[in-house]
């Protein structure tokens, strides 16, 4: 499966925070390194599970066109549906593990929002707000998961080095549970995406 790595997309900008008050116009016009985590995401699943490739400057378009860009980075529950039905996938959304373990078995890719648990100052993938990734597999105990922010030095910090196995990075192997408990909180978790039977 292609691995794509939002840290090598500074050159495309990405606008974001389009409709919250409050923000400059020069925050406003961000890039891809810096908000575009969901749109790698969305590219590696359908890249992994489609005959089609999407680049990262035509996810930049799709989620403009459908401004799932108004707020902080990208909005999954617009930008989901709409990436779905372009590329042929069926498209879910759930806040259950099970599902998703279920789902992934079957030969489905999920994105989760990752975010802080309440309580904890920084998470296993985040270290502030929320950042989506995708998983690719599931063996029933570990997710296999793709950071489209990876790098050695972010899983090097106690915190994360304890939980997270990045031997064979970028894929990344992580207790399912734990990954469960790193969703941002308030937000939907998981969202479901497979070929069209």
């Known amino acids: 499966m292609e691995y794509i790595n939002q840290r090598e997309y500074s050159h495309i900008p990405y606008h974001t925070h389009v409709k919250m008050e409050g923000v400059s116009e020069e925050d406003k016009l961000r890039n891809v390194a810096r908000s ?12 992994a ?19 799932a860009n108004y707020g902080r980075g990208t909005d999954m529950t617009v930008l989901g549906p709409v990436i779905a039905e372009k590329y042929n996938m069926t498209y879910a959304e759930t806040n259950d593990v099970e599902e998703v373990v279920a789902h992934l078995q079957k030969g489905g890719q999920a994105i989760i929002r990752a975010g802080i648990p309440e309580g904890k100052e920084i998470g296993l993938f985040v270290t502030n707000w929320g950042h989506f990734m995708v998983l690719v597999s599931t063996d029933g105990k570990d ?55």
């Open 143 to 197: 997710f296999c998961v793709l950071d489209p922010s990876y790098t050695k030095e972010k899983y090097e910090i106690p915190e994360r080095a304890e939980h997270v196995d990045i031997s064979h990075a970028p894929y990344l192997y992580c207790d399912i549970h734990k990954v469960d408990a790193e969703g941002q909180p308030g937000y939907t978790k998981y969202y479901l995406f497979a070929r069209k039977r």
């Open 36 to 47: 575009g985590c969901g749109l790698c995401c969305a590219c590696m699943v359908v890249n």
């Open 49 to 67: 599970l489609t005959n089609n490739t999407l680049r990262i400057e035509d996810c930049v378009a799709i989620s403009e066109d459908c401004e």
